[in-house]
Structures are given as C-alpha cells and as structure tokens.
C-alpha cells in the first residue's frame, strides 16, 4: 500500500504571497489532518476533513484554509504569507480519523520557507 | 483546554540502561494518549495508544488519571531507540490531537 504522500516537500516563498500544498491520502482513507510543526510551538493541528467537508478546525487565523477532494485528496491554502509561517506542515490520513481507534499516518511533510 | 507537558527536552541513557520519557497532561474528561516517534529521516508514526495496553519494540506506558501521566518506559534501550518522541492527547471520540514538544531519546553504545 502506497503511504501518504505530500507535494511539493520544499518550498520557498515571499511574504504576502499565497501558497498550495497537497496531500494524497492512503488508499480507501477518507480522513485528512493537517499539522503545522515549528521548532517554537511545536506540532499543532491546523484541520481535518472528512469526506470533503472540514469536520475540525485547530486555532489558526482564516488565512489558513483547506479543502479535500472527493478521492480524498486534500490541499490547504495559506494565503498572505508572514515569516512565521515558515514551518514544516505535515498531513496524516487515517480510515475515519476517530483518534482512539484508527491509526494515523503521516506524510513526510512540505518544508515551507517564507522569506 | 487540553495540554501535553513532556519536561524533558532532551534524554540520553547508555545502551542496556533503562528508559523513561516523561509525559504529563491536563485535561478535564477522559483522556486518550498516544505516543508517537520518529526516527531519522523517517515519517512521524504511532508507537502505542493507552487503549490498546499494549508492548510495542519493547515500550509500555501506563496511564496514571491519579498523577495525570502516561510515561512511556523500556527496561533496557537499544541504540535503535534512539529517536524523538511525542506525547499526544485526545479527548474520547475525538479527532483532534494536542501534542507535547517531544523528547529526543539518545543511546549511546
């Protein structure tokens, strides 16, 4: 079975442009998180979808957006891009995304560097 | 609001010696902890839940609601132990994580 897989793994923009990365879940997984990981606050959890609507929603100004596709793929936007945006997002899929009993997987991650 | 509290940053032990990463948590309902780790240059990936009360390369980890932890422990490290590891919390039936800032776990020979 084919793991997650993120695109692009790096990335270099300036601030206030706007960015799309992408993930491709595991295969019959319909359960997307996306995680943004700096070395100051750590891992954090952006959002997660389910069968293409945003079931969740960490604390994250609305520049931050998201959207899943109905072969799960998913995709999150930042727009008007800071400097403390540079950080690694992570995506991870899972069958239903019920933390106690599925298991989730993760991507390598989509190095973002905001200059 | 939940918390994850990993106090230490950094953990290094020799090989055969015994393990204990810390984790602490706070939380007002019934909790469900994880640990996570990641190798070098390897993806992020599940170790153990607190459900599953189950041994994995090794590691446990009891949930103690008493002192509000679930201390991951290996009586003898192995130089492969040698990684980074999260704590994580969800609340029951939740899909939403909250993470500890990790433990990187160093053995040497």
């Known amino acids: 079975k084919a793991g997650v897989t993120q695109t692009p793994r790096y990335l270099i923009k300036t601030r206030g442009q706007q960015v799309t990365l992408s993930c491709s879940p595991i295969?019959?997984?319909?359960?997307v998180s996306w995680y943004q990981q700096t070395p100051g606050q750590g891992l954090q959890f952006l959002f997660e979808y389910f069968s293409e609507t945003q079931r969740n929603k960490g604390n994250f100004p609305g520049r931050f957006s998201g959207r899943q596709f109905s072969n799960s793929r998913s995709e999150m936007n930042v727009s008007t891009l800071e400097l403390g945006d540079s950080a690694l997002y992570l995506c991870a899929s899972s069958p239903s995304g019920q933390m106690g009993t599925d298991t989730q997987y993760f991507g390598p991650g989509t190095r973002l560097t905001v200059l | 609001a939940q918390r994850v509290t990993q106090p230490e940053k950094l953990l290094s032990v020799f090989k055969g010696a015994p393990v204990e990463l810390k984790c602490n948590y706070s939380y007002s309902g019934s909790p469900e902890l994880f640990w996570y780790v990641q190798y070098s240059r390897q993806r992020l990936q599940l170790l153990l839940r607190h459900i599953s009360r189950e041994s994995i390369k090794g590691f446990t980890a009891d949930l103690n609601k008493g002192e509000t932890s679930f201390h991951l422990k290996k009586p003898f490290a192995q130089e492969e132990d040698s990684a980074m590891y999260y704590c994580?919390?969800?609340?029951?039936?939740?899909?939403?994580?909250?993470f500890g800032r990790g433990t990187s776990l160093i053995v040497h020979p």
């Open positions: 994580a919390l969800s609340g029951q039936g939740s899909y939403i994580p909250t």
């Open positions: 295969s019959g997984h319909r359960s």
